[in-house]
Nanobody, 115 residues
Framework: QRHLVESGGGLVQAVGSLILSCAASPIIFSINAMGWFRHAPGKQRELVAT???????KYADSMKGRFTISRDTAKNTVYLHVNSLKPEDTDVYYC?????????WGQGTQVTVYS
């Protein structure tokens, strides 16, 4: 059973914007914190942002300004809005859920930014 399903990745031109979505199982979404990470081959996994079940957000210092995490309670979905995309944003982006309902990862969605 897949508890987290990401979508929205693809090939995007630099300077453009992108919205990634992560649909979660209702119980997980209502209890756990949700977050986005990114991980490229040969690199360490990198935190992008997290959001609690009450909507409190936290960003990695390097991600502040261009990344916005949000959640839609009616759709059990977490979003990651990315603006002013750069080629170095090219990565596989993973949705994560962590808390008393357990820890889960999505399958990842590839984002490729070209200049």
């Amino acid at each position: 059973q897949r508890h987290l399903v990401e979508s929205g990745g693809g090939l995007v031109q630099a300077v453009g914007s992108l919205i990634l979505s992560c649909a979660a199982s209702p119980i997980i979404f209502s209890i756990n914190a949700m977050g986005w990470f990114r991980h490229a081959p040969g690199k360490q996994r990198e935190l992008v942002a997290t959001i609690t079940s009450r909507g409190r957000t936290k960003y990695a210092d390097s991600m502040k300004g261009r990344f916005t995490i949000s959640r839609d309670t009616a759709k059990n979905t977490v979003y990651l809005h990315v603006n002013s995309l750069k080629p170095e944003d090219t990565d596989v982006y993973y949705c994560n859920s962590d808390g008393i309902a357990g820890s889960y990862w999505g399958q990842g969605t590839q984002v490729t930014v070209y200049s």
